[in-house]
Each structure stands twice: as structure tokens, then as C-alpha cells.
């Protein structure tokens, strides 16, 4: 989706270019007999404008990439940071050893046999507490990323539009 957005911005770059070049063909086209002379007393400042034009649209596009890239590098890192959440969380803590006789007071007979099954029993419990940590990370990563992946479908779906929009636009005007 990312690289969706980046090519957004570069197909609003390149309407960018195309409606320069339609004002040039524009005042190429005029008439032979009209008179195409510009003020010679303000040539410097036009060239200024044109200039300073240029160079506020090349920052305004260096912003655009790097918003985009900062975004995926942000999905990235959030991804990284998910994973290695889940991963550590596979590590499961040392197992509880109770004491003899907080174990008694829930056995009847106090033999071998009971111990062991009680020891399994805590295994049993530590691996299916450990599962449902890692479930409730996954679920918690799973919405955090569903939320950021909908502000930029929004943000794609909007300069879908206004691409569209601006490409109708100097389609027509180019008719």
C-alpha cells in the first residue's frame, strides 16, 4: 500500500509537469500575428518567480517522499516491534515450584504419583498462559496495524481522487 501511495505522488508529480508544459503549448499555439513580446524591464523578476516557483515545487515533492517513506519506515519498525514481542514472549518464565505444603492442602494422598501429576498440571498451565499471551499480543498488533493501514488507505483513497480530478482536468483542458 505504501508503494501504491508513492506512486501516487509520483503520477501527481508528473500532472505537475504535464500542466506546465500544456501553458507552454498554449502560448506556442497562439496566433503567428500576434505580438509575443514580453516586458523586457521585468525579465529578471519573471525569471525569479519561475525560478522560486520551481524550487518551492521540488521542496513540496521532497516532503511528499519522505512523508511516505517515514510512514513505511514507521509500519516497519511497529511490524519489528510486534514480532519481537511475540518472540520474547516464547521464552516462558522458570516453572512455579509450590511448596510441599501449600500442595498437600489439595491432595489426598501425598505420594510420588501426585506430585508429578501436579508438576504436569503446572506445566500444562504455564504453556497455556504463555498461548494466551501471545494471543492477546498478536490480537493487540493485529488492531493497531488495522488501524494505521486504514488512515492510509484514506490517505491513498484521497489522493486517488484528487489525481483523478487534476488528470481529468488537463485532459480536457488539453482537448
Not at 116 to 128: A, G
Not at 144 to 169: M, P, Y
Request: proline share 2%; hydrophobic share 30%; glycine share 2%.
Amino acid at each position: 500500500m505504501h508503494n501504491t501511495e508513492r506512486n501516487l505522488d509520483i503520477g501527481n508529480n508528473h500532472i505537475n509537469i504535464a500542466e506546465d508544459k500544456s501553458k507552454e503549448l498554449k502560448t506556442l499555439n497562439r496566433s503567428m500575428f500576434a505580438v509575443h513580446m514580453n516586458n523586457p524591464f521585468t525579465a529578471k523578476d519573471r525569471q525569479a518567480q519561475k525560478d522560486e516557483k520551481i524550487m518551492e515545487r521540488h521542496r513540496m515533492e521532497r516532503e511528499q517522499r519522505e512523508s511516505t517513506r517515514e510512514q513505511t519506515f514507521k509500519t516497519t519498525q511497529r511490524m519489528n516491534q510486534n514480532f519481537k514481542g511475540i518472540e520474547d514472549s516464547y521464552t516462558s518464565p522458570a516453572p512455579r515450584k509450590a511448596n510441599l505444603a501449600e500442595r498437600a492442602k489439595y491432595q489426598f494422598e501425598a505420594d510420588e504419583e501426585d506430585d508429578q501429576m501436579e508438576d504436569e498440571i503446572d506445566r500444562n498451565l504455564d504453556q497455556l498462559s504463555g498461548a494466551a499471551k501471545r494471543l492477546n499480543l498478536l490480537a493487540r498488533a493485529t488492531g493497531e496495524e488495522v488501524e494505521a493501514q486504514n488512515k492510509l488507505i484514506g490517505r491513498i483513497a484521497e489522493k486517488s481522487d484528487r489525481f483523478d480530478d487534476r488528470l481529468h482536468w488537463e485532459t480536457e483542458k488539453l482537448k
